[in-house]
């Protein structure tokens, strides 16, 4: 069996900043294709992230749970949550959380002078309780190194599906149950968030074949 693949945080193609989103008002033959019975289908799969640095407004409904969030490029922007399904802890919305908004699209509201991200489906929507930088640094220590142990960096290219991995998060890859034992302690604190980050990361980005929530 191959080792499973991912793609990075840091590819802007799948993971792009606000300003690199498509328009919800207009086609943009980058994201979107149209089909012949006028419906417009995704060519990917994009999922938009930021870390919440403002949450004044996230408890006012009538406001759309407003938050501001800072993306990689660290320009801050609006979301706003107008939830016609599925289901979000809005207690979640909370500074220094990083939230995650798969087929997120730009948009302007009546109040804002500004673009925004309007969200409707919860379901599509993954908040993770931690900051920015270190989402980003979990996802380059263990996702964007899975040809090397996690341990000694050395290649795992010929192991294959033998590599062996975190029993629980499948993310961190050894070249040795060695080095995975010497290992264990220090991948013990970022073990969750590669549980959390492969939600996020675990699916094939290339092409549309369906939606894909983070949740039914």
Same mark, same amino acid.
């Given at each position: 069996?191959?080792?499973?693949?991912?793609?990075?945080?840091?590819?802007?193609?799948?993971?792009?900043?606000?300003?690199?989103?498509?328009?919800?008002?207009?086609?943009?033959?980058?994201?979107?294709?149209?089909?012949?019975?006028?419906?417009?289908?995704?060519?990917?799969?994009?999922?938009?992230?930021?870390?919440?640095?403002?949450?004044?407004?996230?408890?006012?409904?009538?406001?759309?749970?407003?938050?501001?969030?800072?993306?990689?490029?660290?320009?801050?922007?609006?979301?706003?949550?107008?939830?016609?399904?599925?289901?979000?802890?809005?207690?979640? *919305?909370? %500074?220094?959380?990083?939230?995650?908004?798969?087929?997120?699209?730009?948009?302007?509201?009546?109040?804002?002078?500004?673009?925004?991200?309007? %969200?409707?489906?919860?379901?599509? %929507?993954?908040?993770?309780?931690?900051?920015?930088?270190?989402? *980003?640094?979990?996802?380059? *220590?263990?996702?964007?190194?899975?040809?090397?142990?996690?341990?000694?960096?050395?290649? %795992?290219?010929?192991?294959?599906?033998?590599?062996?991995?975190?029993?629980?998060?499948?993310?961190?890859?050894?070249?040795?149950?060695?080095?995975?034992?010497?290992?264990?302690?220090?991948?013990?604190?970022?073990?969750?968030?590669?549980?959390? *980050?492969?939600?996020?990361?675990?699916?094939?980005?290339?092409?549309?074949?369906?939606?894909?929530?983070?949740?039914?």
């Amino acid at each position: 069996m191959a080792l499973p693949t991912h793609t990075s945080l840091q590819n802007r193609l799948y993971f792009p900043a606000f300003g690199e989103l498509p328009p919800a008002d207009d086609l943009d033959n980058n994201y979107f294709t149209e089909q012949s019975n006028g419906m417009l289908l995704p060519n990917r799969t994009w999922t938009f992230f930021g870390e919440i640095v403002s949450d004044s407004l996230s408890h006012i409904s009538m406001l759309g749970h407003r938050v501001e969030v800072r993306d990689v490029t660290g320009s801050v922007h609006s979301v706003l949550f107008f939830p016609t399904s599925g289901n979000l802890n809005m207690e979640d *919305l909370r %500074v220094g959380h990083t939230v995650f908004i798969r087929y997120a699209m730009r948009c302007f509201f009546s109040d804002l002078a500004t673009e925004a991200i309007k %969200v409707e489906d919860l379901n599509f %929507v993954k908040v993770i309780a931690m900051n920015l930088d270190t989402l *980003l640094y979990t996802a380059s *220590l263990y996702f964007d190194r899975q040809s090397n142990c996690a341990a000694c960096g050395g290649s %795992v290219a010929a192991l294959g599906g033998a590599a062996p991995r975190c029993e629980t998060c499948q993310a961190a890859v050894y070249c040795s149950p060695t080095c995975c034992a010497i290992n264990a302690p220090a991948h013990g604190s970022f073990c969750r968030l590669c549980c959390e *980050l492969s939600e996020v990361l675990n699916l094939s980005f290339d092409s549309f074949i369906e939606w894909v929530p983070f949740r039914q």
